[in-house]
């Protein structure tokens, strides 16, 4: 059963179980037979489903656990907490506002929403306590509290939310996937803030959990021998010398720069959400018939059909190098046999894929292309191919060189995967061709639509009309009193009946000719074209496949002769998808980047302080490089230990990180500053005080947002299981970019925002 689009598929396998218990109640077992379920995707989709929902709680407990270890108060980590289901439910309610379904992507946006919605609410409520150690009493804490942080609070949420506008427009395959999590992040992000400025300060207000124990200095920050007073003095150090300051911020420049140039992967398009099932073809050349095939197909199915349910001992010890199936299901055709099945251990799903590709070459002319099954594209790796159009005036041209193309793809990439459309490239097809003798048939009356309809209607049959009996349409042909597909001797003896009343047989109209050719002639544009799908190994990335091919195969092929003039190749599928969606991503960027700094400026009525703030993304992106690459680093290194590989490509969906990033990267930036503007306002102090003083009073809320948000993602970035191939990389963007901006907020940042506020003093005093 193929499901329609739009629908949801775990609702229709529900639904048809429900049907197949009554067929085989009411008609199959009464006969002694039975129809039983062997495969489905809704359990990939179940089991993706399952694990964001895991990870979503056990992110919500560690984000709880991380504010409980910060505040040491059951009452105060009630109320930082308290937003995480309302804000859970305003995402929910978001993705139904605007017609979207709860998938595995929009639940993953839900999912990283949860560590981040906590961010407002700590913000505000430690700016709560701290007034409360003031002396400030209950009321007056929240009131002041609130007040004082409102506009970071706005800032914050409003740059999250409108980094997400851009990408709303975009039109590309994963435009849809990037708008699931925009709404999802959202609508959460929005909730947290209303949470933030309304219900904490009136929890906080009524409850009682500062216990103004300690030491407390100007700013109302506790004073303890802790790590806080040694990160701030550590902050002291770096800002209060000229050429400290002037160290600190050409290395953290140089060292982005140095990261995002030569760090970053080549890009990928979209991930797979591949199950451990293959869809294998072997497509046979020109002069088999069905009987031929059949018999090919039961070999193939000799040879595998044993392996079915098998105990695994007889792989393992290497008696036989096919590893146990759950299932085999084998369709014969004329031109084809296809083969879908699933390995009962998820990791031996390459090895089935290769034993069969190299047991279907062993049959002479035979080509083989096996891929896994996949809920993003077809079941042909379609977000990995790289489709090679080529396209002339003649079969015969594009034919050599679309077969001159497939020898130089299997040379440059190791075991590629390559299936070609059509899917034999001989023109060895045994053929009839009807030639009509123009002036005969002039005589007659009969024109080019009678010979046609004529010939068709007395072989294979002729399209008349369509008969509708209730909902379904019933196709109506017309066929000679001879049926279908008469022998080829019989062929030129079928009469033709003309205009005039005259029947002739077909020989005295027309030559017919045995021939070879194709028996598929496909177009593209209106030309004749030959497509060759390219899928590079898994770890060859398909930007990298994409250069090779330019390389090492297309220009080879331009500088050897073998590319006559005539004849073009277009590269077309997943890259130039691939290409389209980054070009849309980095433009969308860019108008992110200025919808956020207008926003600030709006906001704190300044132009140059947003410019500082604003210096945390390029740093953020950095950390996210890095984090990325340590990750996969570190991954490649795990089957020494005996654990699974891991993996992440540098996908689309894992770039929307960084405009995740874009939008939180600069909360803490927006404390520091803030924070320092004030203490410069109310306070006759230096700029370094000033700047140590923010970085003092915000180092707390910094560490409780930025941990808590860690926590919140690390499952999904770290828990394996089925779907979380498809937005890891987008978690491992944000985990890593998160911390990195976290560190240069209390490093790069204090030593830039003193050199620019002590120039700007300088400057306005002079």
């Known amino acids: 059963m193929r499901r329609e689009s739009g629908s949801n598929v775990i609702e229709i396998k529900r639904g048809m179980l429900e049907e197949v218990e009554s067929i085989n109640r009411e008609v199959l077992e009464p006969e002694g037979m039975q129809l039983a379920l062997t495969a489905d995707d809704a359990r990939y989709v179940e089991a993706s489903v399952a694990n964001v929902w895991t990870n979503l709680g056990i992110g919500a407990v560690f984000a709880t656990l991380v504010m409980f270890l910060f505040l040491r108060s059951s009452r105060a980590t009630f109320v930082g907490v308290v937003g995480i289901p309302l804000c859970a439910i305003a995402a929910f309610l978001g993705l139904m506002i605007t017609g979207r379904t709860i998938n595995v992507i929009s639940l993953a946006g839900v999912a990283f929403a949860i560590g981040m919605t906590v961010d407002n609410s700590i913000v505000v409520l430690e700016n709560i306590e701290r007034h409360r150690r003031l002396g400030l009493d209950r009321f007056e804490s929240a009131l002041k509290g609130v007040q004082e942080v409102w506009p970071a609070v706005l800032a914050s949420t409003m740059t999250t939310i409108l980094v997400f506008l851009p990408i709303l427009f975009i039109e590309e395959e994963a435009g849809q996937l990037y708008s699931d999590v925009a709404i999802a992040i959202s609508s959460a992000i929005f909730a947290s803030m209303l949470v933030a400025v309304t219900l904490i300060p009136t929890l906080s207000a009524r409850l009682d959990f500062g216990n103004g124990k300690g030491r407390i200095d100007q700013y109302g920050n506790t004073v303890s021998p802790g790590w806080a007073s040694r990160v701030v003095a550590a902050v002291r150090w770096m800002v209060s010398g000229t050429v400290r300051r002037f160290v600190v911020i050409v290395g953290t420049v140089a060292l982005s720069f140095w990261i995002i140039v030569f760090l970053t992967p080549p890009a990928e398009y979209l991930p797979e959400g591949e199950e451990p099932k293959t869809f294998a073809s072997m497509n046979a050349p020109p002069g088999y018939n069905l009987t031929e095939m059949a018999s090919i197909a039961k070999q193939v199915e000799n040879r595998f059909l044993p392996h079915v349910q098998a105990e695994r001992d007889a792989y393992e010890s290497g008696e036989t190098p096919i590893p ?40 002479p002319g035979m080509r083989a292309f096996a891929a896994k099954g996949s809920i993003i594209s077809s079941n042909d790796g379609g977000t990995r191919s790289i489709n090679l159009d080529i396209s002339g005036p003649d079969l015969a041209s594009i034919y050599k060189v679309a077969n001159t193309a497939y020898g130089r793809a299997q040379k ?5 995967r390559i299936q070609t459309r059509p899917a034999t490239l ?20 009969l024109g080019t639509e009678a010979i046609g309809f004529t010939v068709a209607s007395l072989t294979e049959g002729s399209y008349v009309d ?9 196709d109506i042909y017309i066929y000679g009193s001879e049926g279908r597909n008469p022998s080829l001797d019989e062929l030129p003896d079928v009469m033709v009946h003309t205009p005039q009343g005259a029947t002739l047989p077909l020989s005295s109209l027309a030559t017919i000719e045995e021939t070879v050719d194709t028996s598929t002639v496909r177009r593209l544009d209106g030309r004749r074209t030959v497509t060759l799908n390219v899928i590079p190994p898994d770890d060859v990335p398909l930007e990298a496949g994409v250069e090779r ?21 277009d590269i077309s599928g997943a890259s130039d998808q691939l290409n389209a969606t980054r070009d849309a991503l980095s433009g969308n960027f860019i108008i992110a980047v200025v919808i956020v700094y207008l926003l600030l400026v709006a906001i704190f009525a300044h132009w140059g302080f947003p410019l500082l703030i604003l210096t945390a993304i390029p740093l953020g992106v950095a950390g996210g490089i890095v984090g990325l690459a340590l990750m996969n680093l570190v991954g490649g290194l795990l ?70 948000t860690i926590c919140g993602l690390s499952p999904l970035v770290f828990l394996p299981g089925e779907g979380t191939e498809l937005y890891r990389g987008v978690g491992a963007i944000v985990l890593f970019g998160l911390a990195g901006a976290a560190t240069v907020t209390v490093t790069f940042l204090p030593a830039l925002t003193v050199f620019v506020l002590g120039w700007r003093r300088r400057w306005a005093g002079g």
């Open 412 to 416: 440059i990439f190791d075991n590629p």
């Open 466 to 474: 369509d008969f509708f009996l209730d909902d379904d349409k019933i």
């Open 549 to 569: 091919v330019r390389t090492e195969l297309l220009d080879a092929m331009r500088d050897s002769g073998e590319l006559p003039t005539g004849v073009s190749i």
């Open 426 to 445: 001989s023109l060895a097809q045994p053929l009839i061709q009807v030639r009509p003798d123009w002036d005969r048939a002039a005589e007659l009356g």
């Open 324 to 363: 146990p199936l759950a299932y085999l299901n084998m369709q014969v055709s004329p031109t084809n046999v296809r083969i879908i099945a699933e390995t009962i251990n998820p990791r031996d799903i390459e090895v089935l894929m290769d034993e069969i590709t190299s047991f279907y070459e062993q049959f």
């Open 639 to 708: 089957p020494k230990i005996g654990l699974l590989p891991l993996s992440q490509p540098f996908d689309m969906i894992t770039m929307l990180g960084f405009l995740i990033l874009m939008g939180t990267v600069v909360n803490n930036p927006i404390l520091v500053v803030e924070q320092a503007r004030q203490n410069l306002r109310h306070r006759d102090i230096s700029v370094v005080d000033a700047v140590i003083g923010a970085v003092e009073t915000r180092l707390r809320p910094i560490a409780m947002t930025t941990l808590t």
